[in-house]
């Protein structure tokens, strides 16, 4: 189990930004806050947005202040594996893994990933799929699972070229700016 701030790894991007990967911290609060709004932003203004559930309004200060200190307990109990990357001291993406909460399901893990639009498509989901995966090992896990929408081309790859298969389609799971889409649930063993 990692404490809160430990850093993974730090790389620079072919544009030259320098990105850190590492567990939460509570100093975090306004970058997330922001962070949290700008999506909730792109969710309800843009219908094109590859975004997948949640963010349906924004988030006060005291709401994300509680989500943060819940989460740095669930980091510190061993419950979560969480990573964020953050360039130029902005958090601009977050990743986590959930471990089931009951007996039998403590060895399967839930992959949730997000990340500001600008950032997006740079190689930086990859490095937190892969070093998200390599965690979720060490933390004596046996099977990941993630769900996206279908037609998310960007995540599909990731996940694929980090060993996840498709394992099942829900048909029109999500109704959004008056359209359907179908959700995609891709896993792997480790
Ligand atoms: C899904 C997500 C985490 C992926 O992270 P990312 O940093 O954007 O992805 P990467 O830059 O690492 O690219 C992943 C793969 O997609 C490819 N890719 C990048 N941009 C692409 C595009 N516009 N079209 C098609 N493929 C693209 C990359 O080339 C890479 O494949 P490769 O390794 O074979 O080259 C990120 O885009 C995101 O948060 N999107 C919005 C939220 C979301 O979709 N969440 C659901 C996932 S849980």
């Known amino acids: 189990m990692l404490k809160a701030g430990h850093v993974y790894e730090r790389f620079t991007l072919a544009s030259g930004k320098k990105v850190t990967l590492r567990v939460l911290q509570w100093e975090d609060l306004d970058s997330l806050l922001f962070f949290i709004n700008s999506l909730v932003e792109e969710k309800l203004g843009e219908p094109k947005s590859t975004l997948y559930t949640g963010f349906d309004r924004k988030v006060t200060r005291e709401e994300e202040a509680e989500w943060l200190a819940q989460t740095l307990v669930a980091i510190e109990g061993g419950n979560v594996i969480n990573m964020v990357a953050e360039i130029a001291g902005k958090i601009i993406a977050n990743g986590e893994v959930a471990q089931g909460r009951y007996k039998d399901t403590r060895r399967h893990g839930q992959i949730g990933l997000t990340m500001i639009g600008e950032h997006r498509g740079q190689g930086v989901g990859r490095r937190m799929i892969d070093l998200l995966v390599r965690e ?55």
């Open 136 to 190: 979720s090992r060490g933390a004596g896990l046996r099977s990941l699972e993630v769900e996206f929408l279908a037609d998310n081309v960007i995540a599909r790859r990731a996940y694929e070229k980090a060993g996840f298969k498709e394992a099942g389609i829900i048909a029109s799971k999500v109704f959004r700016h008056g359209k359907y889409f179908d959700g995609l649930i891709m896993a792997r063993e480790l």
